[in-house]
Nanobody, 121 residues
Framework: QVQLVESGGGLVQAGGSLRLSCAAS????????MGWYRQAPGKQRELVAI???????GYADSVKGRFTISRDNAKNTVYLQMNSLKPEDTAVYYC???????????????WGQGTQVTVSS
């Protein structure tokens, strides 16, 4: 019903930048919160950044001042601008969205397939 597709991952040197995008498509009535999570090998998935439908944002302490989350509601797309990347930012990054598919449905959680970000030292 709803698909989230990430793009923009890749390999970058420490200190570099990447911009991730996540486009939601399918049967979408409205989208509430959208966010980015990441999971490094051997670690649990963690929240990186979140943005509400009212454009309020929140960040993990480890990325504050370096990452910026934004969204384009007309395109059902959320972005993550990552600057001053560090090797410890290496992980698979997942997009998340809370989506309603109709006027009578509840908000449900949807995830993208993940995109690899690798930061070399």
């Amino acid at each position: 019903q709803v698909q989230l597709v990430e793009s923009g991952g890749g390999l970058v040197q420490a200190g570099g930048s990447l911009r991730l995008s996540c486009a939601a498509s399918g049967r979408i009535f409205s989208i509430n919160d959208m966010g980015w999570y990441r999971q490094a090998p051997g670690k649990q998935r963690e929240l990186v950044a979140i943005i509400t439908s009212g454009d309020n944002t929140g960040y993990a302490d480890s990325v504050k001042g370096r990452f910026t989350i934004s969204r384009d509601n007309a395109k059902n797309t959320v972005y993550l601008q990552m600057n001053s990347l560090k090797p410890e930012d290496t992980a698979v990054y997942y997009c998340h969205g809370r989506v309603r598919t109709s006027t009578i449905s509840a908000f449900n959680n949807y995830w993208g397939q993940g995109t690899q970000v690798t930061v070399s030292s």
